[in-house]
């Protein structure tokens, strides 16, 4: 969706977004730790593994040890507040060997991999909501785990009138659910 009467440069990366002074506002996961920023919280997010069509179809019902012996895709990030496989297993009470499985340092390179068959990648269910709408991906089993932080929209304590504007609009349109 596009906000009326704004143009609106994108930036989306995996890195932090640190002290860059190019970037009016952006969302994080998990609280920012910064001085000098407003931040307003979201959503908190559902985490569920997902795989193609094909390998999902092969694991309907399986438990978490099965599920930890598939081929998983780890993402490999700079900022540690990202859920891992590790914790994902942890938090629903599974304590056993997970096998080691692919690392991509990218999260958009983790769903590629997955909508191709090439493993089971950690969802993030409204993140990714578009490809499960078109069967692009599909949630293995019935575990899910809600994410241990929320999703934050930042931006510097002095924003910009267009960036107030922009905020204004997300926020609006989260709440009437169009996002």
Do not use: C, K
Request: cysteine-free; proline content about 5%; overall charge negative.
């Amino acid at each position: 969706r596009h906000t009326p009467g704004q143009d609106v440069n994108q930036v989306a990366q995996d890195a932090l977004f640190g002290d860059r002074a190019d970037v009016d506002l952006y969302i994080r996961y998990g609280p920012e730790h910064r001085a000098g920023v407003t931040q307003t919280p979201l959503y908190r997010d559902r985490l569920v593994p997902v795989a193609s069509p094909d390998l999902a179809q092969g694991l309907v019902g399986s438990d978490l040890a099965t599920l930890a012996q598939q081929r998983l895709i780890f993402l490999e990030s700079q900022d540690r507040s990202w859920t891992t496989w590790a914790d994902w297993f942890r938090a629903l009470g599974y304590d056993g060997p997970i096998r080691d499985g692919v690392r991509v340092n990218r999260y958009s390179v983790a769903l590629q991999m997955a909508q191709d068959g090439a493993g089971l990648a950690l969802g993030w269910q409204r993140l990714i909501r578009p490809m499960l709408e078109t069967g692009q991906l599909v949630p293995v089993g019935d575990h899910h785990l809600m994410a241990p932080h929320q999703f934050y929209l930042v931006g510097r304590s002095n924003m910009s009138d267009g960036a107030q504007a922009l905020r204004s609009w997300i926020l609006d349109e989260l709440r009437s659910g169009s996002v």
